[in-house]
């Protein structure tokens, strides 16, 4: 299956699930994330805001941690860090975003969790196609990255290039 024929299957599988099937999964997420060690040793943790049906993280911020959120700019994607009043924007591409007069925490991340599609039993993940969060990983990789996806999006195989970033982990629900 190509990147885009799976990347066109997940987006109407995630949309046909049902509200409670998500909140449940991303209750079981976000729990086996705070029994994760490599969670609980980290300080700095770069989320990422949900978008449509994407795994709704946001519970972790209860927790005693740093948390950085992604804009993408210009020349790639920032992580600025989380506080309560915070300014959102909506990117051109539907994503919310910290303001860009926050300031930048891209190379302080301990733990990233990032969205995907599908991920790979050899953990390879398939994003939106834009690349941003591989050309990310390849200049500034945190010290441990996972994706994080509900259950049908664990694949065994999907297509990449030399170019594609793998993840050290996956948790799903």
């Known amino acids: 299956m190509t990147k885009k024929e799976l990347r ?3 987006l109407d599988q995630r949309k046909a699930m049902s509200m409670d099937e998500k909140i449940r999964q991303s209750s ?15 300080s700095v943790i770069a989320l990422f805001y949900p978008m449509k049906d994407e795994v ?7 927790d005693d941690k740093k948390f950085l959120f992604p804009r993408v700019e210009k020349d790639g994607i920032h992580f600025y860090l989380y506080h309560k009043n915070m ?4 990117s051109n591409f539907g994503v919310r975003e910290p303001h860009k007069s ?11 969790l990032t969205p995907a599609l599908a991920i790979s039993h050899d953990l390879y993940r398939i994003g939106y ?8 990983l390849q200049t ?26 793998q993840l050290d982990d996956v948790i799903t629900g």
């Open 56 to 62: 709704n993280l946001l519970s972790l911020l209860k």
């Open 129 to 136: 196609g834009k690349g941003y969060y591989d050309r990310f």
């Open 102 to 112: 926050e300031f930048d925490y891209t190379d302080h991340i301990d733990f990233m």
């Open 140 to 165: 500034h990789r945190p010290h441990h990255v996972i994706g994080v996806i509900y259950d049908f999006q664990y694949v065994s195989y999907v297509e990449h290039d030399d170019y594609d970033q």
């Open 28 to 42: 079981i997420i976000v729990d086996c994330i705070r029994q994760d060690q490599r969670y609980q040793h980290a």
């Open 87 to 90: 300014v959102w924007e909506t």
């Open 8 to 10: 066109s299957l997940m």
